[in-house]
């Protein structure tokens, strides 16, 4: 399967509000509502920031929020902070066992 | 507090053989799967594959069917990743993950610090 399409990069201003986007087919995204996301700070393990769509893990910030229309997921990220910045990837059950990842994100925060 | 401790660097010349671990503590190891990412140097991650360590049932990513083999040993809590025959290809950061047992694979968390595998003549 196709890694999901993300664009390289975003970047917004402390405080601001982004949005990264995540693109999959009708075989993966479109046809569940089990996207992930992670964020990655340089040399550091992958971090655990949205399931299930929508879903926050605890101690993740409220500031994180996920959602899904049609083939396409979306992170949103409230009231930047420099902390944020970092890479981010989404990931979509694609059936048959199957799991697959999108190409990653860089935020730069301005 | 639920941990995922990975086996330190490895550097590799093709051609030989190598098995990196993943041990499990704070948590029932046979309650999830266990899965494994590779990062290649500074490109994305690509879902290799995942174990259920209660009865080794193995899924395999179909990029990776045949590269490698997942294996676990449920008595020491430790799943495990291996080559036959390393590539220069092969060089890479793989990490491990605890993947929840209900319904489908679908998030990694946590994950594991990492193994830099480095394969070079």
């Known amino acids: 399967q196709s890694a999901l399409t993300q664009p390289a990069s975003v970047s917004g201003s402390p405080g601001q509000s982004i949005t990264i986007s995540c693109t999959g087919t009708s075989s993966d995204v479109g046809s569940y509502n089990l996207v992930s996301w992670y964020q990655q700070h340089p040399g550091k393990a992958p971090k655990l920031m949205i399931y299930?769509?929508?879903k926050r893990p605890s101690g993740v910030s409220n500031r994180f929020s996920g959602s899904k229309s049609g083939n396409t997921a979306s992170l949103t990220i409230s009231g930047l902070q420099a902390e944020d910045e970092a890479d981010y990837y989404c990931?979509?059950?694609?059936?048959?066992?199957?799991?697959?990842f999108g190409g990653g994100t860089k935020l730069t925060v301005l | 507090e639920v941990q995922l401790v990975q086996s330190g660097a490895e550097v590799k010349k093709p051609g030989e053989s190598l098995k990196i671990s993943c041990k499990g503590s704070g948590y029932s190891f046979t309650s999830y799967w266990i899965g494994w990412v590779r990062q290649m140097p500074g490109k994305g991650l690509e879902w290799m594959g995942i174990?259920?360590?209660?009865?080794?049932?193995?899924r395999y990513s179909p990029s990776f069917q045949g590269q490698v083999t997942i294996s676990a040993d449920k008595s020491i809590s430790t799943a495990y990743l291996q080559w036959s025959s390393l590539k220069a290809s092969d060089t890479a950061m793989y990490y491990c993950?605890?993947?929840?047992?209900?319904?489908?694979?679908?998030?990694?968390?946590?994950w594991g610090q990492g193994t830099l595998v480095t394969v070079s003549s």
């Open positions: 990931c979509s059950y694609a059936g048959s066992s199957n799991v697959v």
């Open positions: 299930e769509g929508s």
């Open positions: 174990i259920y360590p209660g009865d080794s049932d193995t």
């Open positions: 993950a605890r993947v929840p047992l209900t319904g489908p694979p679908n998030w990694f968390d946590p």
